[in-house]
């Protein structure tokens, strides 16, 4: 039982190099989140899925891009990297659907460091 | 705007002492709560939730957590800590119907000492 798979777990980035995060969920989770946490100030949410093929902006979506390339997978993508978007990334899925919330479901996440 | 505040940023106890965190939030609709823990080098796993029914929720690990509407409150027990309860605690909302609004609080480190 994977739950919520996350790839990769430790990263260094120079500078204005790019990656993706990847991030894949067998559990049929319609709803996919990306969060970021920095020492002191919790999670802050950087983009969401609520289905295929919809993404939303969240608290903190400067400088990242996400792609919900269907129902299992959401990645994130950091186009030109910053040492600002040294953190650890936790992607998350939840069972939502009309009224109905579920918890979120995390993976273990990815600690970037951008140098 | 919403918010979730977590009284107690950092905790010390010993083993076998009793805990209590404190969660409030701003939102006075009707809200979904939860308790996630956080051990170290680990990802978030939930504690327990709180949709409707008993006020008194027990979680995992002998956690358990009183929803008082009246006082905005959440507020996490264990009547007996152990040393494996070392951990980062997240009190967390959402507003029941949006799928997208869960707010977090900024955590509570807990250390346990043995």
């Known amino acids: 039982n994977a739950g919520v798979t996350q790839t990769p777990k430790f990263q260094v980035l120079k500078t204005g190099q790019s990656m993706t995060l990847q991030c894949a969920q067998d559990?049929?989770?319609?709803?996919m989140y990306w969060y970021r946490q920095d020492p002191g100030m919790g999670l802050r949410l950087i983009y969401y899925?609520?289905?295929?093929?919809?993404?939303d902006k969240g608290e903190v979506p400067n400088g990242y891009n996400v792609s919900r390339l269907n129902k299992r997978e959401f990645s994130l993508r950091l186009e030109s990297a910053a040492p600002s978007q040294t953190s650890v990334y936790f992607c998350?899925?939840?069972?939502?659907?009309?009224?109905?919330?579920?918890?979120?479901?995390f993976g273990q996440g990815t600690r970037l460091t951008v140098v | 705007a919403q918010s979730v505040s977590q009284h107690n940023h950092h905790v010390i106890l010993s083993e076998a002492a009793s805990l209590e965190l404190g969660c409030n939030y701003s939102?006075?609709?009707?809200?979904?709560l939860f308790w996630y823990v956080q051990y170290p080098g680990q990802h978030l796993q939930l504690l327990l939730k709180?949709?409707?029914?008993d006020p008194l929720v027990k979680g995992i690990k002998g956690f358990e957590a009183e929803f008082i509407k009246s006082k905005f409150s959440f507020n996490l027990r264990k009547p007996s800590v152990q040393w494996s309860d070392t951990a980062e605690y997240f009190c967390?909302?959402?507003?029941?119907?949006?799928?997208?609004?869960?707010?977090w609080g900024l955590g509570t480190s807990l250390a346990v000492n043995p």
């Open positions: 939102y006075g609709g009707t809200v979904n």
């Open positions: 998350a899925s939840s069972a939502t659907g009309g009224t109905r919330y579920t918890e979120a479901f």
């Open positions: 967390a909302v959402v507003k029941a119907g949006n799928n997208r609004k869960l707010i």
């Open positions: 709180y949709f409707s029914g």
């Open positions: 899925s609520a289905s295929e093929g919809t993404t």
């Open positions: 559990m049929n989770h319609n709803s």
